[in-house]
């Protein structure tokens, strides 16, 4: 089956650079996608990568790096409205073409 | 952008009655449809996938009996917890691709159930 482990819980300030890792385990592995959820809301896409290397999207990042089954979401100019849950979810063969998700971690940005 | 609406928003119920979510994709047609459930700061946990016009798959562990899906149209999947109990009491979210090889998945916001 597929794995992802990334860290529970990171706090940080205004403007801050967060960084939320992602490791998986998988075989087929297609993608890393990238979802954030606010408490009681539904998650939204952030990010898709299918090919190592970084992609930016205004103050997100994402990372991937296939050969360690590793990614990363880059937080930047942290916002007290960046205060939510960031899930990884991993696109696989193996899975049916179905995402699995990660466990999610709480980023709670602080004044 | 393609956006996902569910109904109801938040439904609380006696135990042993059946409820119904709706999930519709608003300006896209879904070919596949996946519920989520989700518990208090849990991750969300596939229950099972919907093509439209087909049979759902359900994941290991989840009832099909107890959960029944319905994809009815390229727009439309229905969730309905069948008997239910206070441990189904649940946040349950929907999700549509536009293709099953999609990566991008448009969730809609979710239905609170509360099983009393």
């Known amino acids: 089956g597929q794995s992802l482990e990334q860290p529970s819980e990171v706090t940080a300030v205004e403007g801050a650079i967060v960084q939320i890792n992602c490791t998986y385990q998988?075989?087929?592995?297609?993608?890393l996608s990238w979802y954030q959820q606010h408490d009681g809301g539904a998650p939204t896409f952030l990010s898709y990568?299918?090919?190592?290397g970084l992609e930016e999207t205004g103050r997100f990042s994402s990372f991937l790096s296939r050969s360690d089954s590793y990614g990363y979401l880059l937080l930047q100019e942290l916002q007290m409205k960046d205060s939510a849950s960031y899930f990884c979810?991993?696109?696989?063969?193996?899975?049916?073409?179905?995402?699995?998700f990660g466990g999610g971690t709480r980023v709670l940005v602080k004044p | 952008g393609a956006v996902v609406s569910q109904h109801p928003s938040r439904v609380i119920c006696k135990s042993g009655t059946s409820v119904k979510i709706e999930c519709r994709s608003l300006d896209f047609q879904a070919t596949t449809m996946f519920w989520y459930r989700q518990f208090p700061k849990q991750s969300l946990m596939l229950m099972a996938t919907s093509n439209e016009g087909s049979k759902a798959t359900y994941e290991q562990g989840v009832e099909k009996d107890k959960f029944l899906i319905n994809h009815a149209s390229l727009t439309l999947s229905t969730l309905t917890v069948t008997s239910a109990h206070p441990e189904d009491s649940s946040f349950y979210i929907c999700?549509?691709?536009?293709?099953?090889?999609?990566?991008?998945?448009?969730f809609g916001p979710g239905t609170r159930l509360t099983v009393t």
């Open positions: 999700s549509a691709a536009t293709s099953g090889g999609a990566y991008e998945q448009y």
């Open positions: 990568n299918a090919l190592d």
């Open positions: 979810a991993v696109k696989a063969r193996a899975a049916g073409n179905k995402l699995t």
């Open positions: 998988t075989s087929g592995f297609y993608g």
